[in-house]
């Protein structure tokens, strides 16, 4: 019985042997042998082990550690369209900014909806709502981690606001919260931003990294045609009762602004990002480039700002659209400050509003432009009338002005004697009934209100894209043809032929006006063109309807002094005789 169970162990050990010799150990995976134990401290290595093959069997037998996933986060990257009357918005949920916002209503060269985001921008550059950390590598974090939310790939905001909430919390314990909100026939965003680290609240700085993707800006950079009519993006701030518009340079001497702002961002000629009541906050802008859309190797410039706010972030708003001031006034009526109408904004105003009027009626800009300019015209006849004939009575006295001026001629400015000479023009205007300023001052008083009308169409968004007729398309634009400012110069030329001058010297200088108009209108918008064109129009036909009035001008011949007195004593003999003769 013992033989047989000897016999018996030893053939499975040869069977053994056998299997170990003639099968193969599959190959170890790495981290699939579990750890040997520990080797206690008085067990050496053999000499014959060199370190690296230590190393080596340590890397093969020590288990590898697999990144730890993220708490809440997304499982891929995907966009979320939403859209309203006015726009439609494109938000990524990588990081949690929006990528695109294109407006429905104004349009591109390509006849496009135009996205106020730019495009093309590299990776690395911060979109919309970006967020930077105190510390870079939680920024970093953040810029790729992809937030989860439950909202579907298209949202309708067209009749009900539309609310997108995107979270993410990293293994780290990093955890942020946005929340998004845009309401109908609305270009405003109301926001809310929750960030913490392991339960500790962190106050992050928001970013709204290059802006503003405007097309009309980008084609005046690149051609170098109007930019002079068109401004870049900058800076501006509303600050202490003023608007502050702050260009490169200025941001550059003074990039950090903290207060509370009624509305502080960044715009440009038609558009602007801007905080909207943001309260206690500290802001910082940055110039920044861009590669121009299909032009990588074009620079442009662009402004960029981050805000961090002193209270939690929690339903603040940025309106993020076109500069139209009943749009701004209905958000805020400090907010229709941002349009630059200049010094005469309180004329400007309501001719935006007459004009918007006249456009309800005819359904075109081009033309409500014209109908303005006649209204405006026929107002300012009576007092361009008036100007009109004190400057013809300047011009019949000019040969008597002029003789008395020679008498004096020879007199040095500091002569006390010249002042008699004044003396004399006052007692000559005296007894012809003509006030000198009366020809200045009743056309100074039309200067506000044509340098308003200027200003006006200079920078009003309502006539962008707006066609008039022909070859005219856009009215924000330059004549493509230049057929409108060669018109405005030649009638510049005519009307100052006509009109009265009692200088000379004065009217040869005059004629070089219409030269230097020519040239600053000729990349200008041509509804500003248009306006000016029509007003000259106007005023040529409002000249010959004056001339026609008070008649020709009456030239009189001033006599040398020696015959005016050979001709009083001539008189003085009449009298004498008369008298003997009696």
């Not at 293994?171 to 965003?189: C, H, M, W």
Request: include cysteine; glycine fraction near 6%; aromatic fraction near 8%.
């Amino acid at each position: 019985m013992e033989k047989r169970v000897l016999l018996a162990v030893t053939l499975s050990f040869l069977v053994l042997l056998v299997y170990q010799a003639l099968v193969p150990s599959p190959p170890k995976r790495p981290g699939s042998t579990p750890a040997p134990a520990a080797v206690e401290s008085s067990q050496a290595v053999p000499e014959s082990a060199s370190p690296a093959a230590t190393e080596a069997d340590a890397a093969q037998t020590a288990p590898v550690e697999a990144p730890a996933a993220d708490a809440v986060a997304d499982v891929a990257a995907r966009e979320i369209v939403v859209r309203s009357g006015p726009l439609r918005a494109v938000f990524s949920n990588r990081g949690a900014v929006i990528t695109s916002w294109r407006l429905n209503r104004f349009f591109d060269e390509k006849d496009e909806p135009i996205d106020l985001v730019p495009a093309d921008l590299p990776p690395q550059a911060a979109r919309p709502f970006s967020l930077r950390m105190p510390d870079p590598a939680h920024t970093a974090q953040l810029r790729g981690a992809l937030f989860r939310t439950d909202a579907p790939a298209t949202i309708d905001a067209t009749n009900e606001p539309a609310t997108l909430r995107f979270e993410y919390q990293g293994a780290n314990g990093l955890q942020v919260r946005k929340t998004f909100r845009i309401d109908p026939e609305s270009y405003v965003i109301t926001y809310s931003v929750e960030a913490s680290l392991n339960g500790a609240p962190l106050n992050p700085a928001i970013e709204w990294g290059p802006g503003l993707g405007d097309a009309t800006h980008l084609e005046a950079q690149s051609s170098g045609s109007f930019g002079t009519y068109h401004q870049k993006p900058q800076a501006i701030v509303y600050a202490d009762g003023s608007v502050e518009r702050l260009r490169p340079s200025d941001v550059a001497e003074q990039p950090t602004w903290s207060g509370d702002f009624p509305f502080a961002g960044i715009d440009d000629h038609y558009f602007i990002a801007t905080l909207v009541r943001p309260g206690p906050a500290r802001l910082t802008f940055q110039p920044l480039t861009a590669p121009l859309p299909g032009q990588a190797d074009v620079q442009r410039e662009m402004m960029g700002f981050e805000v961090v706010y002193q209270s939690e972030v929690r339903d603040k708003r940025v309106y993020f659209g076109p500069k139209e001031f009943d749009v701004l006034a209905s958000v805020d009526r400090d907010l229709v400050r941002s349009i630059h109408f200049g010094v005469f904004s309180f004329l400007a105003v309501p001719l935006l509003r007459s004009l918007k009027w006249i456009n309800a009626l005819v359904g075109n800009y081009g033309w409500s432009i014209i109908i303005l300019t006649v209204l405006i015209n026929a107002a300012m006849f009576p007092l361009r009338h008036k100007s009109v004939v004190s400057m013809r009575k300047m011009q019949e006295l000019q040969p008597q002005v002029k003789a008395i001026q020679d008498r004096y001629s020879k007199l040095k400015l500091t002569d006390p004697a010249r002042g008699k000479m004044n003396e004399e023009l006052m007692q000559l205007y005296r007894e012809k009934g003509v006030n000198p300023a009366s020809g200045c001052v009743p056309m100074l008083l039309t200067i506000p209100v044509l340098f308003a009308f200027y200003s006006m169409l200079s920078v009003a968004v309502e006539i962008r894209g707006e066609p008039w007729a022909l070859w005219i398309t856009d009215l924000s634009r330059h004549d493509p043809l230049y057929i409108t400012p060669v018109l405005m110069g030649l009638t510049m030329v005519w009307q100052q032929r006509m009109t009265p001058m009692a200088d000379p010297a004065q009217a040869r200088i005059m004629m070089l006006t219409p030269v230097i108009f020519l040239f600053f209108f000729l990349w200008a918008p041509s509804g500003l063109v248009l306006y000016w064109l029509v007003s000259n129009l106007l005023a040529i036909g409002q000249q010959y309807a004056t001339n026609r009035i008070i008649g020709k001008p009456v030239v009189r011949q001033v006599r040398p002094p020696a015959e005016r007195r050979l001709k009083q004593a001539g008189a003085g003999k009449t009298e004498g005789a008369r008298g003997a003769g009696r």
